[in-house]
Each structure stands twice: as structure tokens, then as C-alpha cells.
């Protein structure tokens, strides 16, 4: 893959991100402002999630495939999580949330890209395994593993 391609997947990740953390921000305040909500803990927890995200963002920016993978995995783990919880779902919704996994993805194809091509570069000859491969089953297996458990136990 050329430059060019590479820093567009890149840039789309980082975009999907920014995009998902202002969502997810501009949410949790309105549940805070809303005086029939009231003052929660939740509410609070959604700001944390909304700054864990734009951590995220800045680490795709900076070409983190770390951040790139936990990014996707987090966003894929919500979206699971918001699926299995409700009791409706929105068409739209489902097709959006399937477009930000697509960006997400890229994401992680283009850090990935970036650092081979930098390797290659560099003459070290050394190419790490894609660990986004295992550490994406981590994400799986809990949903598997300790969703059941709290449903069962409800």
C-alpha cells in the first residue's frame, strides 16, 4: 500500500472516532442537563467513556495500532452490548454503527500498513505477528463468557 492510501485509512479511523466521542459527550450531557434525569453516576460514567474514546482518537492520529484495535474492540463490544440489551432495533441505527466498524477497521489496516512500510524502511527486517488478531477474541470471548452470566443472574 502507498502513502497516500495509508494516511486516508488512517484519517477516516480518526474522523469515525472523533465523531463517535462527540456523540457519545454531547449524550451524556444532555442526560446531566435534563433536570427529570437527575444527577446519576451513569451520567458521569458516559463523559469517562466519551474521554476514553477521544484517547483513543489521538492515538490513531498518532498511527497507534494499539489504540486503533481498542478502538474497534470497544466500539464493537458497545454496539453488541446496546444490541443485546434492547429491546428494539433501529435499522439506521444498526447500518451507522456497521459504517463506523468499517472505519474503525481501516483504521487498523492503515496503522498496521504504516508501521510495515516504516519496517521496511528501515531495513530492520523484523515484522511483528498482527496481535490485533488475539487481542480481538478478548472482546468475543467476555461477551460470551460473562453476558449469559449477568442475564441469567437478572
Not at 136 to 146: D, E, K, P, Q, W
Request: with cysteine; proline share 4%; glycine share 8%.
Amino acid at each position: 500500500m502507498e502513502h497516500p492510501r495509508i494516511e486516508k485509512k488512517i484519517k477516516c479511523a480518526q474522523i469515525a472516532a472523533i465523531v463517535c466521542g462527540v456523540i457519545t459527550v454531547a449524550g451524556a450531557i444532555a442526560l446531566i442537563v435534563n433536570p427529570q434525569n437527575g444527577i446519576s453516576l451513569f451520567n458521569f460514567l458516559a463523559l469517562i467513556d466519551g474521554a476514553f474514546i477521544f484517547g483513543m482518537a489521538y492515538g490513531i492520529y498518532k498511527k497507534n495500532r494499539t489504540c486503533a484495535v481498542l478502538m474497534f474492540e470497544y466500539f464493537l463490544f458497545s454496539m453488541i452490548l446496546r444490541t443485546s440489551i434492547s429491546s428494539r432495533i433501529e435499522p439506521v441505527s444498526f447500518m451507522v454503527g456497521w459504517i463506523f466498524l468499517f472505519f474503525l477497521y481501516q483504521g487498523i489496516k492503515g496503522t498496521y500498513a504504516y508501521h510495515k512500510c516504516r519496517t521496511c524502511e528501515d531495513n530492520s527486517g523484523t515484522v511483528k505477528p498482527p496481535a490485533w488478531l488475539i487481542s480481538g477474541s478478548v472482546v468475543m470471548i467476555m461477551y460470551v463468557l460473562v453476558l449469559p452470566g449477568l442475564i441469567l443472574r437478572g
